[in-house]
C-alpha cells in the first residue's frame, strides 16, 4: 500500500525567506505522480504543485518549487520569499494506485509566517 | 466550467441524530467521488469512495454509509450520530486527464456533534 509521511508537524519562517518542507512516500509503482496541497484557514484545498514522477526536472509554480528525488522517495516543497498569505496547513498527497486512484495524503505541516 | 457544491457548511447536531451531507458537481460526467473527514489539526481520511452509480467502497468501519443515486450526486449518511464523528467533511471528485487524474475539492462541512 502506498504511505505518505511528512515528519514535521509544524514549521515556522520569518516573512520574505524561504521555508521547506519534506515528505517521503513509498510506492512499488515507476509512473506515478504527486501533489502538494494547501489548506488555509478557510480549510478550503488548494492545489499548489504537481510532480511526474518520469520528469526529471523539478515542478515550479512561482514562488514554489519542489525537489523531488525519485529514488529516495522524497518530495520536499520549498517555499521562497513567504508571504504572510502563505500561512496554512501543507498536505503531500499521492494518488494511490489502486482504488479509484483515491488520494492518500500526509498528516500535514502546519506552516506559521512571522513578520 | 467544473465545480463542486457541498453543503452544508456548518453543521451542529445532537447525538442520536441522523445525518445527510450533499455534495454535487457540475461540468463533468461519470467522475469519482471521494469523502474524507478531518479531525481537528489532523489529516485527511478517506471514508468512502465511488466509481459510478450506486458503487461504494469504504475504506474504514464506522457508524456513517454512503450512497450515490446519482452520476454528478454523493450522499454521506448516518441514521444515529456518535459524538466521536465530530470533524471536518470534504468532498472530493476526480476524472481522468488523459493518464492521469486531475482532483477537486469542496469546500467542506464542519460537523459537530453535541
Known amino acids: 500500500a502506498q504511505t505518505v509521511t511528512q515528519s514535521q508537524p509544524e514549521m515556522s519562517v520569518q516573512e520574505a525567506e524561504t521555508v521547506t518542507l519534506s515528505c517521503t512516500y513509498d510506492?512499488?509503482?515507476?509512473?506515478?505522480?504527486l501533489f502538494w496541497y494547501k489548506q488555509p484557514p478557510s480549510r478550503q484545498m488548494i492545489l499548489v504543485i504537481r510532480?511526474?514522477?518520469?520528469?526529471?526536472q523539478n515542478a515550479t509554480e512561482n514562488r514554489f518549487s519542489v525537489n523531488f528525488q525519485k529514488a529516495a522517495k522524497s518530495f520536499s516543497l520549498k517555499i521562497s520569499d513567504s508571504q504572510l498569505g502563505d500561512a496554512a496547513m501543507y498536505f503531500c498527497?499521492?494518488?494511490?494506485?489502486?482504488?479509484?486512484?483515491?488520494?492518500?495524503f500526509g498528516q500535514g505541516t502546519r506552516l506559521t509566517i512571522n513578520p | 466550467s467544473q465545480t463542486i457544491h457541498q453543503w452544508p457548511a456548518t453543521l451542529v447536531q445532537p447525538v442520536g441524530s441522523p445525518l445527510s451531507l450533499e455534495c454535487t458537481v457540475e461540468?463533468?460526467?461519470?467522475?469519482?467521488l471521494y469523502w474524507y473527514r478531518q479531525a481537528a489539526g489532523r489529516g485527511l481520511q478517506l471514508l468512502f469512495y465511488?466509481?459510478?452509480?450506486?458503487?461504494i467502497s469504504s475504506e474504514v468501519p464506522q457508524n456513517l454509509s454512503a450512497s450515490r443515486p446519482q452520476d454528478r450526486q454523493f450522499i454521506l449518511s448516518s441514521k444515529k450520530l456518535l459524538l466521536s464523528d465530530s470533524g471536518f467533511y470534504l468532498c472530493?471528485?476526480?476524472?481522468?486527464?488523459?493518464?492521469?487524474?486531475?482532483?477537486?475539492f469542496g469546500s467542506g462541512t464542519r460537523l459537530t456533534v453535541v
Open positions: 472530493a471528485w476526480s476524472v481522468r486527464l488523459g493518464s492521469r487524474r486531475g482532483y477537486t
Open positions: 510506492t512499488s509503482e515507476s509512473d506515478y505522480y
Open positions: 510532480q511526474e514522477a518520469y520528469k526529471q
Open positions: 498527497a499521492f494518488p494511490a494506485f489502486q482504488g479509484a486512484q483515491k488520494l492518500v
Open positions: 461540468g463533468t460526467s461519470n467522475p469519482n
Open positions: 465511488s466509481v459510478g452509480i450506486g458503487q
